[in-house]
């Protein structure tokens, strides 16, 4: 086994240690989101609010949306703007390289 064989392993390892340990510590923890949290403060600091806006697409389709449609709807923002993000990158490297070179 190579020296950069052994790394590679090493490093596999360590990733897969480092996923796993989060779970064992946390098991029996309760996950929410931030959503979720804020709506327990705001009912707990005035029992009796009521929202003044909605949601753009629960007014449209008249109701709220599956879970793993919004999950949907997040990744591909996500996506989209690391898209973005990235190409912005990718073009000031190459115009500072091509710039060198011209």
Request: glycine content about 12%; some cysteine.
């Amino acid at each position: 086994m190579s020296k950069n064989t052994k790394i590679i392993v090493a490093l596999i390892l360590v990733c897969v240690v480092m996923t796993v340990i989060p779970f064992v510590i946390s098991s029996g923890s309760k996950f929410g989101g931030a959503d979720d949290a804020a709506g327990a403060i705001v009912e707990e600091l005035s029992p009796g609010y009521e929202p003044w806006a909605a949601p753009i697409l629960e007014t449209i389709l008249g109701g709220e949306l599956p879970g793993e449609t919004e999950s949907l709807l997040f990744c591909l923002q996500a996506a989209i703007g690391s898209g973005i993000l990235f190409y912005c990158f990718g073009f000031l490297v190459a115009r500072k390289k091509y710039l060198k070179e011209g």
